[in-house]
């Protein structure tokens, strides 16, 4: 049974490098709006805890601000300063 189910487990880690990937480098654009921004935050998100994955909240709330454009600045500063 461990042998039907070790190549899951290696797809999953596998899964789990490229969707931390995919967080690290997760920037919102300036042609970009929030939402579209947040829905690719959220799939990740999903994905990562689908697969058994975890990421505590406040580092997904600090890597949004901190991926957010120059444009949203006077958005962020209020938020970080709380």
């Known amino acids: 049974m461990e042998t039907l189910y070790e190549g899951d487990t290696h797809v999953n880690i596998f899964k789990m490098k490229i969707l931390k990937g995919k967080y690290e480098t997760l920037k919102m654009g300036e042609d970009d709006n929030i939402t579209s921004f947040m829905q690719r935050v959220n799939e990740?998100?999903?994905n990562i805890k689908f697969i058994g994955g975890t990421?505590?909240?406040?580092?997904?709330?600090?890597?949004?601000?901190?991926s957010l454009p120059a444009t949203y600045k006077h958005k962020?500063?209020?938020?970080?300063?709380i």
């Open 76 to 81: 962020v500063v209020p938020i970080e300063e």
């Open 55 to 66: 990421l505590e909240e406040s580092k997904i709330v600090t890597k949004v601000l901190r």
């Open 44 to 46: 990740i998100m999903c």
